[in-house]
């Protein structure tokens, strides 16, 4: 699409019918148009810019204005062409700026912002000014660009030549006042702040003079070439998705022979300890890379604002994918993976497991006429009646059903810690924890009940193989005739008692889990310090630990389920429902029943559990879904520009490709005051913002008065009000 076009389309989008019928773009939709987003530069001073596209100072701006303005301001150096055809608009020779024309434009800018304005070359802190136009009293468009470029320290050095005393110095107000006028622009928000401190970083002086003036801005200069080195700077592993620097390793990384043999500026000590200074860290003090990059880059808070709008909506060709695109099917995609991997995690862990998971069962399904004396005596009989075997009956059936069960489980716990997961410093309360392990435990029991009582009729089958004299032996069923004998409604007996254990059992579990990662071994994904990465071992340990109180302290549900899914015998006892397990098991057994198999649960839970983490989150690690944070993806993270790295080299430098980089937003996100029922999708050039705020930073470069420029100010140039 051409420039033209998409100009006309955006007008048409925002346009308003003002008199004569006549479509207009009113000076409040230009500026959200220009700056839909919130940013260190003042709003009100995009007035400034609609002044120039206004070039015939009629009071508003036509669709010819829009589309001749848009046209300029994309074009290369378009930032430059808006400001020398404003100034030069009132020369006949449009080739050429005089000085003359230059000041009174100037001195017209000045005016209209504050009435009360007198012409003063000092005070107008432009006293270099007239040099640039010599010898000839006029300029080009070149030399304008030349001008523009060297404004800011001929008038940094005037302006102190004004202020200085009979010493040639100056105190420290004038010192921070100076800076803060020439660099408010400039630099981040962060830095602002501190600069008011930079007289205290020159110890015990009083005075300051020219060099340490410059000393100051020179380094803050820098600043951009410092920030474009270390946000490409890849961290020194994949397993860590950022790094910590200090003065001696940002010295050593920015005059590294890499740098200097492409020629890059040097970057002195003297100049690294300014920088550290104004950030407020000591000499052997760390910084993450994000943080230091926070302070150096003006646009970093900016640019995590509105660059997703470009790479992270569904319709962009450079989006990986989008939470909240309702269409989008990445998110289906991250679930059935890790659904994928839960289910081979819950495999292994189960059957690591399985024969003390039977020994479980066997010690808590029996009553007073116990066959098994204790847990050790229970697995004793097994292999001694059933064979190595017998401790893995119904592993099949519990294969088939685990699968999905723990797939669920972790799933679920995933999803919900991400949304409870604090976005900006990756913190999650312990509320959201335990709803994340709740909602885990709530969501599996459509699994794990069909799954238990299968397994323990199975497992409950191999009970005995003694056979009394005149008894007819116990006919063995197979999973799928237990499946059939049972029905849909018999598989979901017990589902209350099975809620009861595991909603409690997942709470308790992934919370003690991820807290005891963080305790025992400093495994913290929200501080940059903190390990990123644990060994299996203390995977391992952290899994079984947390089984351990999990698994003893819901024993009491699970008995009850057990009794309530075991096949009932001839004389044994029914039970009707939980309540009615309850009291009579209290009643006939006492509370010690209760916590029958305990052990056998605790030492079968712990291990389970460790195991099926253990080997999530390893297999998470060695099949990543998303790519590891290496320099591609870390740079989306640490400098707000993401997708940069995915461009290929034909969408970097193909001028077509270029134009096709699109913020997505809804007309609402420009224009608050729109309806809901008017709100639409506008493809808003990214060039647009960014080229626009170029253009306001050279203005600013020129006088940093002109950020009061505002809609009154318009009005009073243009004459209207």
């Known amino acids: 699409m051409s420039v033209e076009i998409k100009a006309r389309e955006i007008f048409n989008q925002f346009a308003t019918v003002g008199a004569n019928d006549q479509k207009i773009l009113t000076l409040p939709d230009f500026i959200n148009v220009l700056s839909p987003f919130e940013t260190d530069l003042p709003k009100p001073t995009y007035s400034l810019l609609y002044l120039i596209a206004d070039e015939s100072?009629?009071?508003?701006?036509?669709e010819q204005d829009w589309v001749s303005f848009i046209n300029t301001m994309t074009s290369p150096d378009g930032s430059f062409k808006l400001l020398y055809q404003f100034i030069a608009s009132s020369s006949s020779n449009k080739t050429k700026m005089s000085y003359n024309q230059c000041i009174e434009a100037l001195n017209k800018l000045n005016t209209s912002i504050n009435p009360s304005y007198q012409q003063n070359l000092v005070k107008m802190n432009w006293i270099y000014l007239p040099r640039f136009f010599e010898p000839n009293g006029s300029i080009q468009f070149n030399d304008f660009i030349t001008m523009i470029s060297y404004l800011p320290v001929t008038k940094l050095i005037g302006n102190f030549e004004k202020e200085a005393n009979k010493k040639k110095t100056i105190d420290s107000t004038q010192l921070v006042d100076l800076l803060s006028t020439n660099l408010s622009h400039k630099i981040s928000n962060k830095l602002k702040v501190n600069l008011s401190n930079i007289t205290d970083y020159f110890e015990g002086q009083n005075e300051f003079s020219l060099s340490n003036l410059l000393f100051v801005y020179d380094t803050l200069n820098k600043i951009d070439l410092i920030n474009e080195v270390i946000a490409n700077t890849p961290p020194t592993t994949e397993d860590k998705d950022d790094i910590l620097i200090n003065k001696m390793?940002?010295?050593?990384?920015?005059?590294?022979?890499?740098?200097?043999?492409?020629?890059?500026?040097?970057?002195?000590?003297?100049?690294?300890?300014?920088?550290?200074y104004l950030i407020n860290k000591k000499s052997g003090d760390n910084i993450p890379r994000k943080e230091l990059i926070s302070y150096l880059n003006p646009s970093y808070n900016n640019n995590l604002k509105t660059l997703p709008s470009m790479f992270e909506n569904s319709n962009s060709k450079h989006s990986l994918h989008t939470q909240d695109d309702n269409f989008s099917l990445w998110p289906i995609y991250d679930s059935l993976y890790s659904f994928f991997l839960g289910s081979i995690a819950g495999c292994i862990g189960a059957t690591v497991v399985y024969p003390i998971d039977m020994v479980k069962t066997r010690m808590q399904a029996q009553k007073h006429k116990a066959l098994y004396d204790n847990s050790f005596d229970c697995f004793k009989k097994i292999i001694k009646n059933e064979g190595f075997k017998g401790l893995y009956s119904g592993l099949g059936a519990q294969l088939v059903g685990?699968?999905?069960?723990k797939a669920i489980k972790l799933t679920v716990n995933d999803l919900v810690r991400r949304i409870g997961t604090n976005e900006d410093d990756g913190t999650i309360t312990m509320g959201w924890e335990i709803l994340a392990g709740s909602s885990a435990g709530a969501c599996q029991v459509i699994f794990t009940n069909p799954l238990e009582i299968v397994k323990i009729r199975l497992q409950m089958q191999g009970k005995s193989k003694v056979i009394k004299a005149g008894e007819?032996?116990?006919k063995h069923l197979s999973a799928s005739q237990i499946i059939k004998q049972l029905g849909l409604k018999g598989l979901y007996k017990g589902a209350s008692a099975c809620l009861l254990r595991d909603v409690p059992f997942s709470a308790i579990y992934f919370p003690t889990y991820a807290n005891l990662k963080k305790v025992l071994f400093g495994f913290d994904p929200s501080?940059?310090?903190?390990?990123?990465k644990l060994s299996t071992w203390q995977l391992l340990v952290s899994g079984a630990l947390a089984g351990a109180p999990a698994a003893f302290f819901t024993t009491p549900a699970d008995v009850i389920k057990t009794r309530l899914q075991v096949e009932s015998k001839q004389h044994d006892i029914k039970y009707s429902g939980i309540s009615h397990a309850f009291r009579v098991i209290l009643k006939e057994e006492g509370v010690t029943a209760f916590f029958k198999g305990s052990l056998a649960r605790v030492f079968r839970s712990s291990p389970q559990f460790g195991f099926t983490l253990?080997?999530?989150?390893l297999l998470q690690n060695m099949f990543p879904l998303h790519p590891p944070l290496t320099k591609d993806s870390n740079f989306k993270a640490i400098t707000g520009y993401p997708g940069i790295y995915n461009l290929t080299n034909d969408q970097v430098?193909?001028?077509?490709?270029?134009?096709?980089?699109?913020?997505y937003l809804n007309k609402s996100d420009i224009s608050p005051d729109v309806q809901k029922i008017n709100d639409a999708l506008v493809k808003l050039p990214a060039e647009y913002v960014y080229k626009a705020q170029d253009a306001v930073r050279l203005l600013l470069d020129i006088d940093y008065k002109f950020g009061n420029f505002n809609y009154n100010s318009y009005l009073n140039f243009i004459q209207k009000k």
Not at 257 to 271: I, Q, R, T
Not at 527 to 532: G, H
Not at 614 to 617: D, F, G, I, L, T
Not at 653 to 663: C, K, V
Request: a neutral charge; charged letters at 25%; hydrophobic letters at 30%.
């Open 57 to 62: 100072k009629k009071g508003y701006v036509t």
């Open 472 to 474: 007819i032996p116990h």
């Open 527 to 532: 501080n940059t310090n903190s390990n990123k």
């Open 653 to 663: 430098y193909n001028s077509q490709s270029r134009n096709d980089r699109i913020m």
């Open 402 to 405: 685990v699968a999905p069960e």
């Open 614 to 617: 253990a080997s999530y989150e």
């Open 249 to 276: 390793d940002l010295y050593t990384h920015l005059n590294d022979p890499l740098l200097k043999s492409a020629n890059f500026k040097p970057v002195s000590m003297l100049e690294i300890d300014l920088l550290f």
